[in-house]
């Protein structure tokens, strides 16, 4: 089969305006796509980018940056994102970098990441994204475990980067930096070479990705992802976004994280769509929205704890006409929020769910427009098969029964799954168990086919004889107008083994007291089943969260422990439901 035409089979099927028509368009795609006979060679950059886009639409924007905090900006073609890609790629070459080498990019949102990445693509290398804020520690535990070839970095991770290497004793063949640094390469160095390059002659199964995982326990897990992987397996983000050639599309995440390739890089090039990025050293919600209307976004992308910003500022006269779409990634999004972005610009967030092991697995795509149900994460892409298992690993069918999201194998092999945890057999049979591929994470679906997440599966709480989700607590305690964030685990407890305990940071205008947490244990009453609700309220400043913005609960669970092991007394700003009489007559 020639791939090309799956490409142009999703930008057709995203311009058809009929709901009902379009899903069942879709519907037949991934069919075909689940059917499809991957060649022995493949070529994103080349095949589909130059090969399509760049005939096509040459001179259309694939790139639109701009920096939030100096007003600075920049565009760029197709075709001039294709060429400094080349130009890259021909210096990397004179090097000695080539098919099968590495990348590693540690820089924040600027153009050269998205030329980089074009040209690790065409030229068979693999990209290894890096969040800015690693340690020396961190960045030497890589480097022993994947040596670098080339090193892409801002002028002010230099430091940090050339301390890591001396310690692992490591020397790539090419530094790049983003800006001056003795003993490193100007990027400007580019602008001399050819901007026509050949590509490499990729195999389909060729790894071109190395995703270090920010994991919860233990050293990051190395995610491989191949030539078709995350190229054609992102056409399932594509549909489930809905975007056409000429969308403006915006993706608020870092490039050191596989979100960024989701839906910055991937998902809009693959269908001849716009990409955004916006440049800034601390999130201003304001500046944001106004760079989301003045550039006239149409489709938007953002995690929950930025959408929980966006809707708490007064977005009056902010001009939404040219938003089409809003989507939410990362964590579930609770009801409340969904409700008053729509208020605000007239478009539902629909949610989505997926892993760095994988593409768009599970969603709310444009068809369930009107037809979502608000907190539910959709439903499964038929890309995957997708069911769930419970703890004797035998496939659930009953509505409403918790269970473990698995992509089932026998039937096929997704092709956006990945392809293996490197030089990690442990890791992979931990993962990979019968004809299962188990995600860590725990959902059900309802009656009509609506799945809901429950959390992580070391996140789920047992507290006497049940199980308590994280994400349903805390979406109960975010509906009250004092709650701007919850995050909830499980605190030691020698009756219950666990008891439900809830961090909660207030909105403005609210501090801590013995009747504010009184009334969120009422409010939790009147929502939750009162195994559900949470036993102990702890007001905070902040949450720890990874650089992509999820909260980092086993920080918190441990945190609990170690607190509970040392005997520590109750926090001032820590509140029991046992020491509320207003509460229940058995004190329980």
Not at 38 to 65: C, M, T, Y
Not at 194 to 216: H, K
Not at 419 to 441: H, Q
Not at 466 to 486: I, K, N, T
Request: net charge negative; with cysteine.
């Amino acid at each position: 089969m020639n791939l090309v035409d799956l490409y142009r089979d999703v930008m057709a099927i995203n311009g058809i305006s009929d709901h009902s028509q379009r899903q069942s368009r879709a519907e037949a795609f991934f069919e075909t796509i689940r059917k499809a006979k991957i060649p022995e060679k493949f070529n994103w950059a080349a095949e589909i980018f130059e090969s399509v886009h760049v005939r096509e639409r040459g001179d259309q924007a694939a790139l639109i940056w701009t920096d939030l905090e100096t007003g600075a900006e920049a565009r760029f073609t197709y075709a001039q994102l294709a060429a400094k890609g080349n130009q890259l790629l021909n210096c990397l070459r004179k090097h000695g970098v080539d098919h099968h080498g590495n990348i590693y990019m540690m820089a924040s949102i600027v153009p050269e990441t998205w030329f980089a990445s074009f040209a690790a693509v065409k030229g068979g290398l693999v990209t290894v994204p890096t969040a800015t804020n690693m340690t020396v520690r961190e960045l030497e535990y890589r480097f022993k475990t994947y040596a670098p070839d080339v090193i892409l970095a801002d002028e002010a991770a230099t430091a940090v980067l050339d301390e890591a290497l001396a310690a692992a004793g490591k020397k790539p063949k090419i530094k790049l930096v983003l800006g001056e640094k003795a003993g490193w390469t100007p990027f400007e160095a580019i602008a001399t070479e050819d901007e026509q390059a050949p590509a490499a002659d990729t195999r389909s199964d060729d790894m071109l990705f190395c995703f270090f995982t920010s994991g919860t326990t233990g050293q990051p897990k190395r995610v491989a992802h191949t030539a078709v992987s995350y190229p054609l397996g992102h056409l399932s983000t594509a549909l489930f976004i809905g975007f056409q050639p000429g969308d403006v599309h915006h993706n608020l995440s870092a490039p050191g994280w596989a979100k960024w390739a989701w839906s910055s890089f991937f998902a809009p090039l693959n269908v001849g769509a716009t990409a955004t990025g916006f440049a800034f050293k601390q999130l201003d919600g304001k500046a944001y929205i106004d760079a989301v209307t003045r550039l006239g976004v149409n489709t938007f992308c953002a995690p929950p704890t930025a959408w929980r910003m966006f809707v708490r500022l007064n977005l009056k006269g902010a001009d939404f006409s040219r938003l089409k779409s809003s989507m939410s990634a990362g964590e579930p999004l609770n009801a409340e929020i969904i409700e008053m972005w729509k208020r605000h610009t007239g478009t539902e967030i629909r949610d989505f769910y997926g892993q760095t092991e994988s593409t768009a697995m599970i969603g709310n795509p444009p068809w369930m427009e009107g037809r979502m149900r608000y907190g539910s994460f959709g439903r499964p892409s038929g890309m995957y098969d997708v069911v769930l298992l419970d703890d004797e690993g035998q496939e659930i069918e009953r509505p409403e029964q918790t269970g473990h999201i698995v992509v089932r194998l026998d039937r096929w092999r997704a092709v956006g799954l990945f392809g293996e945890y490197m030089g990690a057999p442990d890791k992979m049979a931990a993962v990979f168990r019968g004809n299962y591929y188990y995600t860590g994470d725990r959902a059900y679906f309802d009656g009509d086919g609506y799945w809901w997440f429950v959390g992580r599966a070391d996140d789920v709480i047992k507290s006497s004889d049940y199980r308590v989700g994280p994400f349903e607590v805390e979406s109960a305690l975010v509906e009250h107008p004092a709650v701007l964030e919850a995050a909830v685990v499980g605190s030691p407890d020698p009756n219950r083994y666990q008891l439900v305990k809830a961090f909660v940071i207030l909105n403005q205008g609210y501090e801590p007291s013995r009747e504010l947490a009184l009334d969120l244990f009422r409010h939790t009453m009147t929502i939750l089943a009162k195994f559900k609700m949470p036993r102990i309220i702890e007001f905070v400043e902040a949450l720890p969260k990874t650089i992509s913005g999820k909260i980092r609960r086993i920080e918190l669970r441990e945190d609990e422990i170690i607190r509970k092991n040392k005997g520590a007394t109750p926090k001032q700003t820590e509140f029991f439901y046992k020491d509320f009489p207003e509460l229940s007559t058995r004190r329980d």
